[in-house]
């Protein structure tokens, strides 16, 4: 199922249907909040629509996430 949600988001986001790739990478974030790869492309969105301080968040979870090495996939 992320993976799906991940796919989804990722054609989204590449067709510039960015309220879909919101809503998929938001529903993927809140049912694994350890999802790096989800944490970042959140915030590249969120940054894409103006909400630009809530994507930098999303961002650096997503990386400080990765760097501990603590991804749930």
Request: charged share 20%; hydrophobic share 40%; aromatic share 4%.
């Amino acid at each position: 199922m992320s993976v799906d949600l991940l796919q989804s988001g990722l054609s989204a986001f590449q067709a510039g249907d960015m309220a879909r790739a919101l809503q998929c990478f938001e529903t993927l974030v809140e049912r694994e909040p350890g999802n790096s790869a989800a944490r970042v492309w959140l915030g590249q969105v969120q940054c894409a629509v103006g909400r630009v301080l809530e994507g930098r968040t999303q961002i650096r979870q997503g990386l400080v996430t990765r760097l501990q090495g603590t991804q749930v996939r």
